[in-house]
């Protein structure tokens, strides 16, 4: 694929990120991240115990000195819960990275895009790198990036839902409207909801349940791997034009009589 991308200090080939969560063990994650090419992986603060370092910890398996570890504040429903989960995170990890999450709803697990945008301008001012979870909203990923979001991270679908691009016509009016890097998170289910988001231009796609949830979750990994990059490549070559009606593959010019 063609050039990396950067998040805050930090460069990035690779145009697939992953999860940690609903895995049937670490080694079986640490062999989906090896076969996805992923260099980022992103971690519930609230529900894996970072201060674990030893011998079968997360981190034992997937050490941050090798990935870039992109913490998460899922499971936080108000700015203070987010905001303090997210100064823990730093504390553990050493990174100003953070995948912002302010969930609004419990049984969508929609953002709160108000609580979203609040938080996210405590974070920003306080000098981290942040990625915001929100809405197919091209308004309020507007605004993100107005308050220093290094990202924006529209959902294709509802987390874990695996129904891929549900609205692409926002996705492409969010491409039209933000500079910074646009990450689908959520809602891929297959190889073709990665390969779409990234032909729609997106520059690169988050997703968990859509690997870890699979049957073989490492040959899932290895297919979303070839899919973002089948995806990137598309984007970059520009399809041909679509068309009402066939046209030849061959020009008639010159055609040889054959009456």
């Known amino acids: 694929m063609s050039q990396s991308y ?34 980022m992986i992103t971690v519930a603060v609230r529900r894996v115990d970072l201060s674990r370092r030893d011998e079968g910890a997360l981190l034992d398996h997937i050490p941050p000195e090798q990935f870039a570890i992109l913490p998460n504040t899922a499971g936080c429903y108000s700015v203070e819960e987010a ?14 990275l953070l995948k912002l999450e302010v969930i609004g709803d419990e049984r969508t697990l929609f953002p709160d895009v108000p609580a979203t945008l609040e938080a996210a301008r405590i974070l ?43 609205n692409p016509a926002n996705i492409r009016i969010i491409l039209e409207s933000v500079s910074c890097p646009v990450i689908v998170d959520a809602g891929v289910g297959t190889a073709s909801d990665a390969a779409v988001a990234m032909e729609l231009g997106c520059t690169a796609v988050l ?30 070559a520009g399809r041909m034009p679509r068309r009402l009606y066939a046209q030849a593959s061959s020009p008639l010019e010159g055609l040889i009589d054959v009456s």
């Open 207 to 236: 997703m968990n349940t859509g690997i870890a949830g699979a049957k073989e979750p490492v040959k899932m990994a290895r297919a979303m791997r070839l899919a973002v990059e089948a995806g990137r490549l598309a984007y970059e």
């Open 124 to 166: 920003v001012d306080e000098d981290f790198v942040v990625l915001p979870y929100v809405t197919d909203d091209p308004v309020a990923c507007m605004r993100l990036e107005e308050i220093g979001c290094a990202a924006v991270m529209p959902l294709a679908a509802p987390i874990g839902s695996g129904l891929g691009i549900r």
């Open 6 to 39: 950067r998040l805050g200090e930090r460069e990035f080939r690779s145009r697939l990120i992953i999860g940690t969560g609903k895995y049937e063990s670490f080694e079986q994650n640490r062999a989906a991240l090896d076969a996805s090419g992923a260099e």
């Open 83 to 96: 905001v303090t989960t997210a100064r823990m995170a730093r504390e553990l990890l050493d990174t100003p």
